[in-house]
């Protein structure tokens, strides 16, 4: 059969798939996230029914969803707003680095893999996947809540930390000098100073460029934008997902709101391709043996970023409801983490390092959303003003 007809095959039946199980969660009142990446292990390596030549177009696919994730998230926010919640929760992103990032350095040290290991596995336990939370707080409705601009500084502030940390753990990796990693980490906090002052002081011309009155127009100019900036971002050794935030954030206003209700449609296209792709990487014959491990590195990694977002919520005034909210949103792990385990095992960090990361993600790619699910009622309880006495 010509290749063409297989991909078309595959992605048809996929896509369907992923709409079948839309439906099923929908049904269940559960946010279809888990559902995709058991889709993912299914489709993948070592899965029931491997794919034969549209992994590499889902890759694509799964990079792109992440861009607009992240760039109809940030179209709910002004400059001005990310400045002020940086400021405020720096002392907060701290925290959260002390705190995440310690479980995978232990981690790594006490089985004995080595200074270099830990330091990829610190970066493992420490990020929290910007997708995955974006996908949440729009599930759940919870983009108007009090402290959801604290959750979305902290993942800002992580991603800027993934700018440091990812030349010097390649640097790390490679083995190169110091010199070198210099440079690297140099262009690195470059590109992130130009990206942010162009987007928070020269807004308004960016917003006079994509503006138009025809929606197709609009469209073209928003999207090709967003992964031009991220493209370059990328490039520099800069996450993309920062890249198309920023691009979100300089556009405000009802231009922000029209843009982001045509991305809507491509968002959750492919949003759903990115946790597909997730599970594709995941080899499910490679979990059971460390299974146990990774489950227990996730469950001290669902208290450490419980005790972040609570500090982080507490610090802005919020209620108990909000701090819980905001713990659980950071839960989840996804795209940095599996980029930064990768990277150590190409290197030949240590062989146990990729399935152990793997499933770790897995784990808390899956928990985070339910949780945030079945958290919501109890919240919504506690929360709700006492009835009057008949």
């Known amino acids: 059969m010509h290749d063409t007809a297989i991909v078309f095959l595959e992605l048809g039946g996929i896509i369907l798939a992923l709409g ?49 994730l992240l760039l109809t998230l940030g179209l709910e926010y002004n400059a001005g707003e990310l400045v002020s919640s940086l400021r405020s929760n720096a002392r907060a992103g701290l925290v959260d680095i002390v705190l995440n990032a310690a479980p995978g350095a232990i981690a790594a040290l006490l089985l004995g893999w080595g200074p270099v290991a830990a330091v990829a596995m610190a970066g493992v336990t420490y990020a929290t996947s910007s997708g995955i939370t974006a996908k949440v707080l729009s599930d759940l409705g919870w983009i108007g809540n009090r402290e959801t601009p604290v959750v979305l500084s902290l993942l800002v502030f992580e991603d800027l930390a993934m700018a440091v940390y990812l030349p010097l753990l390649t640097a790390m990796l490679a083995g190169v000098s110091l010199v070198t990693g210099a440079i690297s980490l140099g262009i690195a906090l470059g590109t992130v100073t130009i990206v942010l002052v162009i987007a928070l002081r020269f807004g308004r011309f960016i917003e006079a460029f994509v503006s138009s009155p025809n929606n197709e127009v609009l469209l073209l100019k928003v999207l090709g934008l967003a992964l031009l900036v991220a493209g370059i971002a990328q490039e520099l050794q800069v996450s993309a997902a920062v890249g198309a935030f920023l691009v979100g954030i300089a556009l405000s206003g009802e231009l922000a709101h029209e843009a982001r209700a045509l991305l809507m449609p491509l968002r959750d296209l492919f949003a759903a391709v990115f946790f597909v792709f997730f599970g594709l990487q995941t080899d499910p014959g490679k979990i059971p043996p460390v299974a146990l491990l990774a489950l227990l590195l996730a469950l001290v990694s669902i208290v450490t970023k419980l005790l972040t977002g609570s500090y982080a919520a507490r610090r802005a005034g919020i209620a108990r409801a909000g701090r819980m909210r905001a713990g659980i949103a950071l839960v989840p792990r996804g795209e940095f983490n599996i980029v930064i385990a990768g990277l150590a095992v190409a290197a030949g960090a240590h062989p146990d390092l990729g399935p152990l990361a793997a499933t770790y993600v897995l784990i808390l790619a899956a928990f985070g959303p339910l949780a945030a699910k079945l958290v919501e009622p109890i919240l919504t309880r506690l929360t709700r003003p006492p009835s009057p006495p008949a």
């Not at 049904?27 to 992994?55: C, K, M, N």
């Open 20 to 68: 079948v199980l839309g439906a099923l969660a929908l049904r269940a009142g559960i946010s279809a996230i888990p559902l995709y990446l058991l889709a993912g292990l299914a489709f993948g390596q070592g899965g029931i029914l491997p794919l034969a030549t549209s992994e590499d177009f889902i890759a694509v696919g799964a990079e792109i969803g992440v861009v607009l």
